[in-house]
């Protein structure tokens, strides 16, 4: 029999915590096992139906311990009939049950047993009898002062049900945690409270409840006050015991808490919460000595986060140690990476091919070890490692657990290496602004490093390392609007003649109206600039002449309104030609700019469609830049990827690529003739160097360029190369309808004329190939050309690029 002993009195706070002190449990409870007897009574009824002569027995030893059925104010009552009661409460805690199950019999609405089963007695009880343990909900208080509230609305709940046959359906779900006594470790119970054996016994005339009480009762609206106001609890005696049955939760109640803890942004970075961390982990595996261990991934680097981090700065770079993912070669880690499974490690010691790696793990301690690899959209993110000092504390019974808990941390990493890519992005986007993908992985390589250098200093470091690529190889294409400048000029031309030969109109009609000396003077002026701009037009004419009409003609249009309605008229087809925005004459140059934005859009549509199916190929940087036409730059190298790893087959696939492409722009801009306001064509460029060079992102024009005084002839060559013409004469290297490529060295003349054949072949190319010296450039010499028309009318040019045609392609 697993009783308490017997009742002592002891101080007001012992009361408290017991409920039997009235000022914190107003009603009066007394303990009695009459209903237990009255229920194995009613049982013995049926004796001759098969329940077997337990009952009958019951019912005769029930007569020779008739205390029993009377209040039990010493327990030395229940202890003179232990045998008696262990029997009677074999319907309450079955025998086959009683080295497992949880289980007590408590003292009506107090929290303190007199009968418990072993299990309940070592995890759930004090020496008095009372429960140990904390409620989850209100953990910073005692249990009996969390529950106080929950105990009186229970108790009136009973009554009601008992006394008024109102049944509100409560319940109040209670988690204890208590210390396990053989580890010392958390374990939670859910506490299910059974208040069948508690009689409500009235003390005088049964008080009234009112009807609306009643009702709003049964919507579930309790009001404890309104209730001891209208039910005294002195007219009460609750008369009895109280069933508790507990169920072990902890598992359930380490995840639930565990998912709680990993929500928050600071779990893994605050000293705290990796703490608490751990401390859930060991109740979780029931391992004392577990410890936890984190690792993300980033880029070259492993951020390691364990017991011993700083956690200083609740940020997973600053506050984790740094390795190189190649420090990790051949250990259990990259193992667990590569299988793509947990591993588990009995002892470290007997542990073949060690490496550095785990002699350190072993120097600290370690001698049991697991390691899991964490996973984000079915992406390596980091790692998750527990170890222990014990050998075997861990092992292949633990996997079902271990893989419940790993996907809330692989969501607890992934958080905090996005937080660290935020802030990564912002100095990016602060210094460098949009960054091309491919190269992307070198501007956070250098944050990372800055973020290094500011590491345990109180400086700011805001300043990032140069940023160079060496042995890249430039591809460069213009694909450029003819004439776009002498069509701009005539467009402007335009518009400025209409505009002072309507503002001539105005002056006219107010001359007509009015003869004023004036108008003869100002009429005169307007006459001379637009002889003056029928002539030509300078670069500041536009200017000049918009700030003449503004100052000294449309100033004056309020006044001459007065003149009469056929100058109020010439005023209104005055304003009415200019254009609202900009308050000109804007038609002609509003058909010319629709005309290149159409070309533009065009071009760099189809570019972007193209330069992302290559780049799915093979990487490489890509830059463009819309003016009147399209222009674009391309490198490519081992030295832009971050594997450094690049097809051999990649610099031909990308020359081929782009002279595929370069005719597919001309032939969707030669389409587009018919359609544009004012016809417009194009010419293609392609320039070609096929010694590598080195690049630089220029911090302060927030681009690359390139790097050394030997490199900048390229991009003098850049600049300059849309004006060269064929030498000893006029005429433009680029001409409409054809592709011409530039080169200095005979090498990459034989190279495109290979690709020029084997174009012509699959018919986007035709005609004789050209071959001519270019004329002197500003600083630049020797430079030569080849031309070839593109075949405008072939229907397999305004098709995709077919990317297998590369991989056919004929060598130089």
């Not at 859930?280 to 986060?305: H, S, Y």
């Not at 542990?351 to 120097?363: A, N, V």
């Not at 300043?463 to 213009?478: A, H, Q, R």
Request: hydrophobic share 40%; proline share 5%.
């Amino acid at each position: 029999m697993a009783t308490v002993g017997s009742l002592t009195s002891g101080s007001a706070a012992v009361r408290a915590a017991t409920g039997t002190d009235p000022a914190a449990f107003p009603f009066r409870c007394e303990l009695s096992l009459a209903p237990l007897i009255t229920f194995w009574t009613q049982l013995s009824a049926y004796h001759e139906s098969g329940r077997g002569p337990t009952p009958g027995v019951v019912r005769e030893k029930a007569r020779e311990a008739p205390e029993l059925a009377e209040v039990i104010d010493d327990l030395s009552v229940i202890e003179k009939h232990h045998a008696f009661v262990d029997l009677m409460m074999t319907a309450l805690f079955p025998p086959a049950f009683w080295q497992q199950e949880y289980g007590a019999a408590l003292f009506p609405f107090q929290l303190r047993a007199f009968y418990a089963t072993p299990p309940f007695r070592r995890s759930l009880m004090n020496a008095d009898g009372t429960l140990q343990g904390r409620a989850n909900f209100l953990q910073e208080h005692s249990v009996e002062q969390t529950l106080a509230a929950a105990r009186l609305l229970l108790a009136y709940e009973l009554i009601l049900e008992r006394t008024y046959g109102i049944d509100l359906g409560g319940d109040v779900p209670v988690i204890f945690t208590t210390a396990d006594p053989a580890t010392g470790l958390d374990r939670h119970f859910r506490l299910q409270f059974d208040w069948r054996f508690v009689e409500v016994e009235l003390v005088g005339p049964k008080p009234p409840l009112p009807e609306a009480v009643r009702q709003r009762l049964q919507t579930g609206l309790i009001d404890a006050d309104l209730l001891r106001e209208l039910l005294p609890p002195e007219r009460f005696v609750l008369r009895g015991f109280m069933i508790v049955k507990a169920v072990d939760v902890t598992d359930q109640e380490v995840l639930s808490s565990l998912k709680r803890d990993l929500i928050d942004k600071d779990s893994i970075v605050s000293n705290s919460h990796f703490q608490g961390l751990q401390a859930k982990l060991r109740t979780f595996f029931r391992r004392p000595d577990l410890r936890l261990g984190l690792a993300a991934v980033e880029g070259d680097r492993v951020l390691v986060l364990n017991d011993a981090s700083r956690h200083e700065q609740a940020c997973i770079f600053a506050d984790s140690a740094h390795h190189t993912t190649s420090e990790f070669t051949g250990s259990l880690y990259e193992r667990a990476v590569i299988q793509d499974r947990p591993l588990i490690i009995d002892d470290l010691l007997a542990c073949p091919d060690r490496t550095p790696i785990e002699e350190e793990l072993i120097r600290n301690g370690i001698r049991n070890f697991i390691c899991a690899p964490l996973h984000y959209q079915d992406k390596v993110i980091g790692t998750l490692e527990l170890v222990s000092a014990r050998v075997g504390d861990l092992n292949a019974t633990h996997l079902p657990k271990l893989q419940e808990v790993l996907p809330l941390f692989s969501m607890a990493v992934q958080r905090s290496v996005e937080e660290l890519n935020s802030r990564i992005q912002t100095v990016i986007n602060e210094q460098c602004t949009a960054i091309h993908p491919t190269v992307e992985w070198r501007f956070r390589r250098a944050v990372l490093n800055s973020f290094e250098r500011q590491r345990g200093t109180a400086t700011v470091v805001t300043e990032l390392e140069p940023i160079v690529f060496d042995g890249v190889y430039p591809l460069y294409g213009l694909a450029d609007i003819r004439g776009s400048s002498t069509q701009r000029g005539q467009a402007i031309q335009a518009d400025l003649l209409t505009q002072l030969r309507l503002a001539k109109a105005v002056i006219q009609t107010a001359r007509e109206a009015q003869s004023l000396p004036a108008l003869d003077e100002l009429e005169y002026r307007i006459d001379k600039r637009t002889a003056q701009i029928e002539r030509t037009l300078n670069s500041h004419d536009e200017i000049g002449i918009i700030a003449f009409l503004r100052a000294e003609v449309e100033s004056l249009w309020d006044h001459l309104g007065t003149f009469g309605p056929g100058v109020r008229d010439r005023i209104a087809a005055y304003r009415s030609g200019l254009d609202a925005r900009l308050g000109t004459v804007y038609n002609r140059r509003r058909l010319f700019e629709e005309s290149v934005t159409s070309i533009a859009e065009s071009i760099s549509s189809y570019l972007d469609l193209e330069e992302q199916a290559a780049q799915g190929m093979f990487a490489h940087y890509f830059e463009k830049q819309k003016t009147d036409g399209v222009d674009y730059q391309m490198y490519v190298g081992a030295g832009l990827l971050e594997d450094g790893r690049v097809d051999p087959l990649c610099l031909k696939n990308l020359r081929l690529w782009q002279l595929m492409v370069t005719c597919g722009i001309a032939v969707r801009a030669h389409q587009l003739l018919d359609r544009l306001p004012v016809p417009l064509e194009t010419t293609q460029l392609i320039l070609v160097q096929h010694a590598p060079l080195s690049i630089r992102f220029r911090f302060d024009e927030k681009r690359f360029d390139v790097d050394g005084a030997y490199d900048i002839r390229y991009e003098i060559v850049k600049k300059r190369i849309d004006k060269a013409v064929v030498q000893g004469t006029t005429e433009r290297v680029t001409q409409p309808g054809k592709v011409a490529i530039v080169y200095s060295q005979p090498g990459e003349a034989l190279e495109y004329r290979a690709y020029i054949e084997y174009l012509q072949s699959l018919g986007y190319l035709t005609g004789t190939v050209e071959n001519f010296e270019l004329g002197e450039l500003q600083g630049v010499q020797g430079l030569r050309a080849l031309r070839v028309q593109v075949a405008l009318d072939n229907p397999k040019l305004q098709e995709r690029i077919n990317l297998a045609d590369l991989q056919v392609a004929p060598g130089p």
